[in-house]
C-alpha cells in the first residue's frame, strides 16, 4: 500500500516537505516519515510511487550507519513506532526515524563525480560549474579528473540555485563553508568506492548537513537515496550519453516527452511508469545494500 501523506494526530505536525512530513516528539526530537510522494523538476506528483518511502528510509539508514566514523548524525536510535499511537505504527512502520532537533545550515552541499544534468548544461555555456574551471572538451556524463564540490541554495519553495563557494563562505563563515565542503567530498568518495563494488556508479549526491547546540557539524536529511543521487548501473555506462538510471531520472525522462512546462499540476503518470519506478528504486535497494523490503 502506498501512502501519499502521513495523517498521525499525536503529535505535532511541524511541516510538509516534497517528500517527508515531520512532527515534533518533544522540544529537541523531531519523528521524519517518509512518504511515497516524488517531485519532478521541483513539482509533487500526484502519483505516489509504492515502497518509495520505504526504499528511502532503508537506503538513508544504512549508510548513516556505514558513514557514521566521517561526521556524526541525526539519529537517535528510537523507534519511531514507540512516539505514536498504536493505531498510527501503521503509518511509520519501515519509513520513518527519531531524529535530533538541529540547527540546518542553508546550503546543499552537492559533490559530483561526473558531469550531467545541470553540471553539464552549465559546462556547455562556460566551462565551469558553481564558477569551478574544467578541463576542455569533457563529454556528457564523463568521468570528472577529481570530484567536486558544487553546492547551491535551499529554496524553501522552487528551483535550487547553484552559488559559487565564496557564496558559501558568506552564508556560513570561511571555516564552516571549508568543512562542510571537505566532509561532502570525503562522504562521496567513500561511498562511491562502495558502491562501484557493487556495480553502481554514483555520478553526484546531496547532502544536507545541521549544527548541534555545541555548533558541531551533523549529517542531516536523507543520505545517499535514489532521491538525493544520481545512480547508474556500471554495465551499461558510456561517456557521451545518459545513462540509464536507478533514481527518478526515469520519470524526468518520460514527463520531458510530454508538452509539460514544468508547473502545477503535473500530469499523472501512467500504471507502467509508476510499476517500473517502484521497481528501480527496489532494485537500488537490492543492489547496494543486499536488503529486500519485507
Not at 49 to 69: C, T, Y
Request: charged share 30%; glycine share 6%; hydrophobic share 40%.
Amino acid at each position: 500500500m502506498a501512502l501519499y501523506e502521513s495523517s498521525i494526530k499525536s503529535l505535532r505536525r511541524l511541516g510538509k516537505g516534497k517528500v517527508r512530513d515531520i512532527y515534533a516528539v518533544d522540544a529537541d526530537k523531531m519523528l521524519i516519515v517518509t512518504s511515497d510522494r516524488l517531485s519532478a523538476f521541483d513539482v509533487v506528483l500526484s502519483d505516489p510511487i509504492p515502497d518509495k518511502g520505504r526504499v528511502l528510509n532503508e537506503m538513508a539508514n544504512f549508510w548513516f550507519g556505514r558513514l557514521g566514523h566521517v561526521v556524526p548524525n541525526q539519529l537517535t536510535g528510537i523507534d519511531p513506532e514507540t512516539v505514536v499511537k498504536p493505531e498510527e505504527r501503521d503509518q511509520v512502520r519501515g519509513r520513518s526515524v527519531v531524529v535530533r532537533k538541529l540547527k540546518p545550515l542553508p546550503i546543499e552541499a552537492v559533490v559530483r563525480g561526473y558531469i550531467i544534468g545541470s553540471g553539464w548544461k552549465d559546462y556547455q555555456k562556460s566551462g565551469r560549474i558553481c564558477g569551478i574551471e574544467l578541463p576542455k572538451g569533457l563529454q556528457q556524463a564523463q568521468k570528472l579528473p577529481q570530484p567536486i564540490f558544487t553546492p547551491a541554495t535551499k529554496a524553501a519553495a522552487g528551483h535550487d540555485e547553484n552559488i559559487s563557494f565564496p557564496q558559501v563562505e558568506k552564508l556560513v563563515g570561511a571555516e564552516l563553508a571549508a568543512k562542510v565542503r571537505d566532509v561532502a567530498i570525503r562522504l562521496y568518495k567513500e561511498a562511491a568506492d562502495y558502491a562501484a563494488t557493487k556495480g553502481i556508479i554514483i555520478a553526484d549526491t546531496k547532502f544536507e548537513f545541521g549544527l548541534d547546540d555545541k555548533n558541531q557539524l551533523v549529517l542531516i536529511d536523507e543520505v545517499l537515496t535514489a532521491d538525493s543521487s544520481r545512480f547508474w548501473p556500471a554495465d551499461s555506462y558510456k561517456v557521451g550519453m545518459s545513462p540509464p538510471s536507478f533514481d527518478k531520472q526515469y520519470v524526468r525522462d518520460y514527463l520531458e516527452t510530454l508538452h509539460w512546462n514544468k508547473t502545477p499540476p503535473a500530469p499523472r503518470l501512467p500504471a507502467e511508469v509508476i510499476q517500473k519506478t517502484s521497481e528501480k528504486y527496489r532494485e537500488a535497494l537490492q543492489r547496494l545494500t543486499g536488503r529486500k523490503l519485507a
